[in-house]
């Protein structure tokens, strides 16, 4: 199927621990991101990547460290984590910046727990 | 900074009902509006609006943007109890990288009962 694929979909952790989030698209999209969504609902942007050159980084604490290895993918590397971390971090793609078009394709989100 | 505002952030309807949802914005050199449904995962798209006066239409779904009031209205009509989601209202402008930003409403929790 073409699609956004994350990995794990679930993940529960201690505070203080490094984790890692992986996501992977099969659409043929130049540019990915990641999106925090908290228990609020709201959904912000924090990292884009664009054939592999980050383009868009928010105020984001520096323990969050994405990471493209090609254009395929993004992973997104979180140390120490907090409390406050806890939330649905979701993947999401769409065609590069040249395109008229924005729409954005998403990932089934990983919901991270931290205890 | 991109603003997206969407009211109400909450509704309850009976099937069969009408309902509208709002979204106002500002954006900076705007590009597009876009109408997300979430259900239990993942946001999936409904319409891009790019241009003022135009209706979008998917079966009982609508949708219309005015760039000059900056905001936009999804309809949906005869409501179902699997309407029930959070619908997200984004825009996107035009730029080096904000091409490719959306910047997201908080949603409308949308419930409907039967």
């Known amino acids: 199927d073409t699609a956004v694929s994350q990995t794990p979909k679930y993940l529960v952790t201690q505070m203080g621990n490094d984790k890692s989030i992986k996501c992977e698209q099969n659409?043929?999209?130049?540019?990915m991101y990641w999106y925090k969504q908290d228990s609020k609902k709201f959904l912000k942007i924090m990292f884009s990547?664009?054939?592999?050159?980050?383009?868009i980084n928010e105020t984001v604490p520096n323990r969050f460290s994405p990471k493209s290895p090609d254009k395929a993918h993004l992973n997104l590397h979180i140390n120490s984590l907090e409390l406050g971390d806890s939330a649905v971090y979701f993947c999401?793609?769409?065609?590069?910046?040249?395109?008229?078009?924005?729409?954005?394709?998403f990932g089934p989100g990983t919901r991270l727990t931290v205890l | 900074e991109d603003k997206v505002v969407q009211s109400p952030l909450s509704l309850v309807v009976h099937e069969g009902d009408t309902v509208t949802l709002n979204c106002s914005y500002e954006?900076?050199?705007?590009?597009?509006l876009l109408w997300y449904k979430q259900e239990k995962k993942a946001p999936t798209f409904l319409f891009m609006l790019?241009?003022?006066?135009i209706e979008k239409k998917s079966g009982r779904l609508s949708s219309i943007l005015d760039k000059k009031e900056l905001f936009s209205i999804l309809n949906i009509t005869a409501t179902q109890t699997g309407d029930s989601a959070i619908y997200l209202c984004?825009?996107?402008?035009?730029?080096?990288?904000?091409?490719?930003?959306?910047?997201f409403g908080e949603g409308t929790q949308l419930t409907v009962n039967p």
């Open positions: 999401a793609s769409s065609w590069g910046l040249a395109v008229s078009y924005n729409e954005q394709f």
């Open positions: 659409l043929g999209h130049d540019t």
């Open positions: 990547y664009n054939n592999k050159e980050l383009i």
């Open positions: 954006v900076t050199n705007f590009r597009s």
């Open positions: 790019t241009s003022s006066g």
């Open positions: 984004a825009v996107g402008g035009w730029g080096e990288t904000s091409g490719s930003r959306l910047t």
